[in-house]
């Protein structure tokens, strides 16, 4: 079981650009969420998908939205990027059937925008 | 919404000592409360949980408290090791509907050998 996969790693924009960053959730969970950390942060919660749908949301502008495949993917997408979505984005999947929120994360996609 | 707070920030230990990081919590109606650990450039991974129905747990060296009066719970490590040096997150949430985790902003231990 390779648990939650995303992607790029890293990579690096320019403000004004836009980023679409990718997550596989670990087998046989149906619920993806992301979170934004900001360095020396804890993770800060951005929305989350269940059955294809945006479920819950964050304190985050409609900049930020994302989208869940059939297979659970998800990907997160931010438009018009600022210097301060600089930070560490974290995906991590669960199962809704197991009654609370038992996170697995992914290794994040690290966004640098200058 | 769920405001969580942490602390301390940074706590620096001796290995073999003891270590505890506390978390309040404002929502009454949060019933979960993971703690992650994470190391540089890691990702978050689960070490302990509780729910509401449960004052303590304990696994090995480290054991979580909860008091749902007072709303707060704390992360007990004891005999520290080196590899215990890490970021601590305590979150809390919901455990109904579309519910989150909320996380505190982490403390930083550090064991000196």
């Known amino acids: 079981d390779a648990g939650v996969t995303q992607s790029p790693t890293h990579l690096i924009k320019t403000r004004g650009q836009q980023v679409t960053l990718r997550c596989s959730p670990k087998?046989?969970?149906?619920?993806v969420s992301w979170y934004q950390q900001a360095l020396g942060q804890g993770p800060q919660f951005i929305f989350q998908?269940?059955?294809?749908?945006?479920?819950q949301r964050g304190n985050f502008p409609d900049r930020f939205s994302g989208h869940q495949f059939p297979n659970y993917s998800s990907e997160l997408n931010v438009n018009a990027l600022l210097l301060g979505d600089s930070a560490l984005y974290l995906c991590?999947?669960?199962?809704?059937?197991?009654?609370?929120?038992?996170?697995?994360f992914g290794a994040g996609s690290r966004l640098t925008v200058l | 919404g769920e405001n969580v707070e942490q602390h301390p920030s940074t706590l620096s230990v001796q290995e073999g000592d003891s270590a505890v990081i506390k978390c309040t919590y404002s929502?009454?109606?949060?019933?979960?409360f993971p703690w992650y650990k994470q190391e540089l450039g890691k990702r978050p991974q689960l070490i302990i949980d509780?729910?509401?129905?449960?004052g303590e747990k304990k696994d090995q060296r480290i054991a979580v408290t909860l008091n749902k009066t007072a709303k707060h719970f704390s992360l007990h490590i004891t005999e520290t090791q080196p590899e215990d040096s890490a970021v601590y997150f305590c979150?809390?949430?919901?455990?109904?509907?579309?519910?989150?985790?909320?996380f505190g902003k982490g403390t930083m231990l550090l064991v000196s050998p």
């Open positions: 991590a999947s669960s199962f809704r059937g197991s009654g609370a929120n038992v996170l697995t």
């Open positions: 087998s046989g969970h149906d619920t």
């Open positions: 998908y269940y059955e294809e749908e945006e479920r």
């Open positions: 929502d009454s109606a949060s019933n979960y």
């Open positions: 509780i729910r509401s129905n449960v």
């Open positions: 979150a809390a949430s919901k455990n109904s509907g579309y519910s989150t985790l909320t």
